[in-house]
């Protein structure tokens, strides 16, 4: 059985690695095959969002490379992305790594030492009301990505 879900999550144009939310399960019915609609869009904030919603959520993927690049070269042009993300009534910064990974395993060719990066995320999130979710691997995070647009899109539907 196919199921196709009912909103269309929105990919901005410049996310170079996206998620397409294949091969996920309909967790009612494992045995069903669930059909991700998505569409590349320009995004002012983040690098996904829900159609009809992307002045209210957005998610912003990086993976461990680009976290650490982000958090040292890139810092001013990300602190903007994340005063832009305060205004949301959802925003959420998903890194593909946990904490070991941070600690032990930074990108060998950065500069940034690790405990940066976790003080960042701290203060990032206090400051900016900015959720930071750290998961192990690339496929957790799409998955949690998902289940963050489902659950607002779940949410919102009946605001409309």
């Given amino acids: 059985m196919i199921e196709v879900t009912p909103f269309t999550v929105l990919i901005d144009t410049r996310e170079q690695a996206p998620w397409l939310f294949q091969g996920l399960e309909v967790d009612q019915k494992p045995e069903s095959q669930l059909i991700v609609q998505y569409q590349k869009a320009t995004l002012k904030t983040g690098d996904y969002s829900l159609e009809g919603y992307q002045n209210e959520f957005a998610i912003e993927r990086k993976s461990l490379e680009d976290a650490f690049q982000t958090f040292g070269r890139g810092r001013d042009r990300f602190e903007r992305e ?3 993300m305060a205004e949301l009534k959802f925003a959420c910064v998903i890194i593909e790594a946990d904490w070991t990974a941070v600690f032990l395993d930074p990108p060998k060719h950065s500069k940034l030492r ?9 203060a990032w999130s206090q400051r900016y009301g900015v959720h930071f979710w750290l998961m192990p691997t690339r496929r957790m995070a799409e998955q949690a990505a998902y289940r963050m647009l489902f659950r607002w ?5 009946d605001e409309d």
């Fill in 82 to 84: 994340l005063e832009r």
């Fill in 114 to 122: 690790p405990k940066t990066v976790s003080r960042s995320i701290i």
């Fill in 153 to 157: 899109y779940e949410d919102h539907q």
